[in-house]
Every structure is written in C-alpha cells, then in structure tokens.
C-alpha cells in the first residue's frame, strides 16, 4: 500500500502567521488554486481506492479539488489542536509561551502545551496510528490523504519509523506538497518527502 499525503493550500491565516488548529480555518489564497492544479495533475495518472480528508474547511476544500472522486471526511487527519492559541498571531504565542512554541517546531519530544490546552503528541501520534492500522487492514493499494502541516508533519514521519525527537528535524511540510509513505508489512517506509510542484 502506498499513501499520499498532501498538505492543504494556503490560507489567509497561512499568509497572516496565525495559528489555526482544528476550530480556526480561512479561505484558501487566490494563488493556492493554481498550485493544487499542479498537485493535481502529479496525482492524476493513481487509481486511488480512497480519498480521505480532514473535516477541516481548508483540508476538504483542497481534497475536492485534488481528485474526482468522492471525499470522506476522517477526524483523524485534524490540525493539532492548539487550544486557547488557536487564531493568536504566532509571534503573540511566541511571546507569551516561547518555550512551548519553540517546542512544538523544534523539540516535540519537550512539548507540554497544557498550559493553553492543547493536545499532547501523544494524542496526535495515537490518530494517525489508528488510521494507518485502519488502512493497513483494508488491504488497498492507493490511499491519498489530505491534512495539515503540524499535525501531518507529525504523524506521517512517525509511521515511518522516526523518534518523536526527530519528527521535527526536516522542519514542517509546506502548503500543497506531497508526500509518500509505501507499506513493508506493518510499518511504513518514507518514498517521497515534502514534494513541491
């Protein structure tokens, strides 16, 4: 089996620096159709036997314009949650908590974001699991999954094997990139990363 990941277009709050998470969302920038016609036409010539989104305006949005077929929705492929941060600047939050923001880009393995409710990544880690595991007993060839940057950054490195301390040492997956896991067994080996179009 192989999944393709793609990151969601960029949104106004992408192009703002403010954090969105799973209750704050924006419109998609003018340019970002463009781009996922790009992605599009990359992943026109797979059969996929599912198309999955997250329920989140922004991922939906990217994922009916990737594929012509149906889309379901999956709250496993959610933003992050960032609690009481979501829709603050990102320098706001910086300022006020600069260990947990330098954490949560840095040093996942460090990220305690109680202090402003956010999830931990251990709940983050435990979605994608249960989606891959999902996945993987379905016995499909071709999965196309459309999420989010810190979240899809997270967990796609973790199904292929990498330590929490380095889920964030190739930085974050940028908007409208693909990114390939292929299954050997029950794990997953890393094909493509973060693959601009």
């Known amino acids: 089996m192989?999944?393709?990941?793609?990151?969601?277009?960029?949104?106004e709050w992408n192009l703002a620096r403010r954090l969105?998470?799973?209750?704050?969302d924006s419109p998609l920038l003018p340019e970002s159709y463009e781009a996922i016609k790009r992605v599009h036409k990359f992943l026109e010539p797979i059969e996929f036997d599912k198309v999955l989104s997250s329920p989140q305006k922004r991922a939906l949005t990217t994922a009916d314009?990737?594929?012509?077929?149906?889309?379901?929705?999956?709250?496993r492929l959610s933003e992050w949650n960032f609690?009481?941060?979501?829709?603050?600047?990102?320098?706001?939050?910086?300022?006020?908590?600069?260990?947990?923001?330098?954490?949560?880009?840095?040093?996942?393995?460090q990220f305690d974001g109680s202090a402003f409710g956010?999830?931990?990544?251990?709940?983050?880690?435990?979605?994608f699991d249960s989606l891959a595991g999902d996945l993987l007993n379905s016995k499909m060839d071709n999965v196309l999954l459309v999420g989010h940057g810190a979240s899809g950054t997270a967990?796609?490195?973790?199904l292929a094997g990498f330590?929490?301390?380095?889920?964030?040492?190739?930085?974050?997956?940028?908007n409208n990139t693909v990114t390939v896991l292929e299954s050997n067994g029950s794990h997953?080996?890393?094909?493509?990363?973060?693959k601009q179009l």
Do not use: C
Not at 65 to 75: A, G, M, P, R, W
Not at 155 to 158: A, E, P
Not at 163 to 174: H, K
């Open 2 to 11: 192989r999944i393709y990941f793609v990151r969601h277009g960029k949104t």
């Open 20 to 24: 969105q998470g799973q209750k704050g």
């Open 65 to 75: 314009l990737l594929t012509n077929q149906s889309v379901s929705t999956d709250k």
């Open 83 to 109: 609690g009481e941060l979501e829709g603050w600047f990102i320098r706001d939050a910086i300022a006020k908590y600069p260990k947990e923001m330098h954490d949560s880009r840095f040093e996942l393995d």
């Open 118 to 127: 956010a999830e931990s990544v251990t709940s983050v880690l435990a979605r």
């Open 155 to 158: 967990g796609m490195r973790h």
């Open 163 to 174: 330590p929490i301390a380095e889920l964030r040492s190739v930085g974050g997956l940028a």
């Open 188 to 194: 997953f080996d890393l094909k493509i990363w973060d």
